[in-house]
């Protein structure tokens, strides 16, 4: 156990539904990331906040792709009309500062039918 | 954009056997580590190097870095079952003021009995 929880573990929608995915981090670290990850493929930055503010958002994610992080603590990645090609699993990751090492939950496996 | 190539993409072994995981870009990161990643699990960090040419040993796992910082290598001497798993690089962006981290392609290594 890493301290960086997700929810849910898995989640099955159908192609055109919305889901939102949640990621706790360990409270001390300012940075958190999500990344997705497909089949035996290393994960692909999608975006990361220091604190509140969104930083940096990857230029391969679409419009339908939204995160957040309100108080600089929990984060929210949304889908809008999922397509099949979003199945994927969906990783967070904080970073411990002094040494720049990343801490990853276990993920939210997300099944687009 | 920086791009980082794994290889071998997948390594089927002996237990016992020797084996070297490349990590290779045409750009320069200021730092590179080393996951590991269990099936539906997050990856978990196992070193990072930053210094061109710094070598780190873990147990039986050897980890160098390049030194023009380009490239990295993992090196398990007498490989066991436990070692099975996907092998990941990060590098740390060199872009000045953010924390963007980009992974490599990944290594599939499977270590049979």
């Known amino acids: 156990d890493t301290g960086v929880s997700q929810d849910p573990r898995h989640k099955i929608t159908k192609r055109g539904q919305n889901v939102t995915f949640r990621c706790d981090p360990i409270?001390?670290?300012?940075?958190l990331y999500w990344y997705r990850q497909t089949l035996g493929q290393g994960p692909e930055f999608l975006t990361y906040?220091?604190?509140?503010?969104?930083?940096?958002k990857s230029r391969l994610l679409s419009d339908r792709f939204s995160a957040e992080r309100p108080k600089g603590s929990f984060s929210t990645l949304e889908i809008q009309r999922t397509e099949q090609g979003d199945s994927a699993m969906y990783l967070c990751?904080?970073?411990?500062?002094?040494?720049?090492?990343?801490?990853f939950g276990p993920g939210t496996r997300l099944t687009v039918l | 954009t920086q791009l980082l190539e794994q290889s071998p993409q997948f390594l089927s072994i002996q237990e016992g056997e020797n084996l070297t995981v490349y990590c290779n870009s045409s750009?320069?990161?200021?730092?590179l580590q080393w996951y590991r990643q269990e099936p539906g699990e997050g990856p978990v960090l196992l070193v990072t190097?930053?210094?061109?040419?710094e070598v780190k040993k873990l147990k039986r796992l050897t980890f160098q870095f390049g030194d023009a910082r380009k490239d990295s290598s993992l090196h398990i001497t007498a490989a066991q079952p436990g070692d099975t798993g996907l092998y990941l690089c990060a590098g740390k962006s060199t872009t000045s003021g953010t924390y963007k981290y980009i992974f490599g392609t990944g290594t599939r290594l499977k270590v049979l009995a």
């Open positions: 750009s320069v990161f200021s730092s």
């Open positions: 906040f220091q604190n509140e503010a969104q930083l940096e």
């Open positions: 990751a904080t970073l411990e500062n002094s040494y720049n090492e990343q801490f």
């Open positions: 409270s001390e670290h300012n940075r």
């Open positions: 190097v930053v210094t061109g040419g």
